[in-house]
């Protein structure tokens, strides 16, 4: 995470924890036309258009009171959606077996990339099976520059899978004109 995206993660998360949510990822883009992209979901990994809306007003009044974005921009506030990104170290035990990319800070054996299956977590370490090889690595964390989980069947329909278990549990009810559950709780 760049420096100036560390301060605004250390800023909001508070305001995003308190609204019910955990952060996954702040990062600012663009230079002449500035947009703020925060990313977050419940605990449960589930996030709705709703949930979104709620979050952009309290982080907004957050924005607002303490002004720390010179020049102008736009809040983006949404899911991590089903090709997400891995930015924390629960992020890949929670994705256990799937498909991922992985781009380090520094090349390892000159490469920088790999792709593979994520195959849990070892202290603050990743196991990922890279394509290609026999042997698990064992990815420091703090290596990780980006990671994100690549788009296919499986990974779809354990999405709907845990969003259907997310209204089992009656966090959630189902909505036709919503991307996925909406939840009950008020934000």
Same mark, same amino acid.
Request: glycine fraction near 6%; charge should be negative; proline fraction near 3%.
């Given at each position: 995470?760049?420096?100036?995206?560390?301060?605004? !993660?250390? *800023?909001?998360? $508070?305001?995003?924890?308190?609204? #019910?949510?955990?952060?996954?990822?702040?990062?600012? /883009?663009?230079?002449?036309?500035?947009?703020?992209?925060?990313?977050?979901?419940?605990?449960?990994? /589930?996030? /709705?258009?709703?949930?979104?809306?709620?979050?952009?007003?309290?982080?907004?009044?957050?924005?607002?009171?303490?002004? $720390?974005?010179?020049?102008?921009?736009?809040?983006?506030?949404?899911?991590?959606?089903?090709?997400? $990104?891995?930015?924390?170290?629960?992020?890949?035990?929670?994705?256990?077996?799937?498909?991922?990319?992985?781009? *380090?800070?520094? !090349?390892?054996? %000159?490469?920088?990339?790999?792709? #593979?299956?994520? !195959?849990?977590?070892?202290?603050?370490?990743?196991?990922?099976?890279?394509?290609?090889?026999?042997?698990?690595?064992?990815?420091?964390?703090?290596?990780?520059?980006? =990671?994100?989980?690549?788009?296919?069947?499986? *990974?779809?329909?354990?999405?709907?899978?845990?969003?259907?278990? =997310?209204?089992?549990?009656?966090?959630?009810?189902?909505?036709?004109?919503?991307?996925?559950?909406? /939840? %009950?709780?008020? #934000?």
């Amino acid at each position: 995470m760049r420096v100036y995206d560390e301060r605004l !993660a250390q *800023l909001l998360t $508070p305001a995003i924890e308190l609204a #019910g949510f955990e952060m996954v990822r702040i990062r600012m /883009t663009g230079s002449t036309t500035k947009t703020l992209q925060v990313m977050a979901e419940r605990e449960d990994g /589930t996030m /709705t258009a709703e949930d979104c809306a709620a979050l952009s007003r309290a982080i907004s009044e957050l924005l607002e009171e303490k002004d $720390p974005i010179d020049g102008q921009y736009t809040l983006e506030v949404s899911s991590p959606g089903i090709d997400r $990104p891995l930015t924390r170290l629960k992020d890949f035990e929670r994705w256990d077996g799937f498909e991922a990319k992985i781009e *380090l800070n520094q !090349a390892v054996e %000159n490469q920088k990339r790999f792709k #593979g299956h994520l !195959a849990g977590i070892e202290d603050d370490n990743v196991l990922f099976d890279i394509e290609g090889e026999d042997d698990t690595a064992l990815i420091p964390f703090e290596l990780i520059h980006t =990671a994100k989980l690549v788009m296919s069947d499986d *990974l779809i329909a354990e999405s709907l899978r845990r969003s259907k278990a =997310a209204l089992k549990d009656g966090d959630a009810e189902w909505s036709e004109n919503a991307d996925g559950p909406k /939840t %009950n709780r008020m #934000g």
